[in-house]
């Protein structure tokens, strides 16, 4: 019973979080990427951060127009080690034009994403401003 309500707050609060912060403005719609992980048992959340942030960095001078953001969103009540990514983009071709990217550097940074966690689903949304 506690696993399914610390897993409701998790959802609920991703949710608010993804739809309050990735909007840029009220006209604004955006395309949110959810990745549920899970720490590997030697990483500490700053290794999600170095890595996630050389990914953004990455796709951002990849994909024309850039505008891509990504947050890690730590748990706060519930499994201290679960963290969900919200990737978020400005645009459906966006997502599809960093999903495409399959060079030698963008491996090796999927690489070391897979060194410091396993992430077991993801869902894509799309955000807009209330």
């Known amino acids: 019973m506690k696993k399914a309500v610390m897993k409701v707050l998790m959802l609920l609060t991703t949710l608010v979080f993804a739809t309050s912060v990735m909007a840029a403005g009220a006209d604004e719609t955006r395309v949110v990427n959810l990745w549920q992980c899970k720490l590997k048992e030697d990483k500490t959340i700053d290794n999600v951060h170095a ?6 960095k990455y796709v951002n001078a990849q994909v ?4 891509i ?7 706060v009540v519930g499994e201290a080690r679960s963290f969900l990514y919200a ?3 400005p645009s459906l071709a966006a997502w599809e034009a960093a999903s495409a990217i399959e060079t030698d550097e963008m491996k090796a940074i999927d690489k ?3 060194e410091v966690a396993d992430c077991a689903s993801n869902t894509l949304h799309r955000s ?3």
């Not at 890595?51 to 953004?56: C, D, E, L, R, S």
């Not at 953001?69 to 748990?75: A, D, G, N």
């Open 128 to 130: 807009k401003e209330s």
């Open 112 to 114: 070391g994403l897979g």
């Open 64 to 67: 024309a127009g850039g505008d």
């Open 87 to 89: 990737d978020s983009y």
């Open 69 to 75: 953001h990504s947050y890690v969103l730590q748990t």
């Open 51 to 56: 890595a996630n942030g050389k990914w953004v």
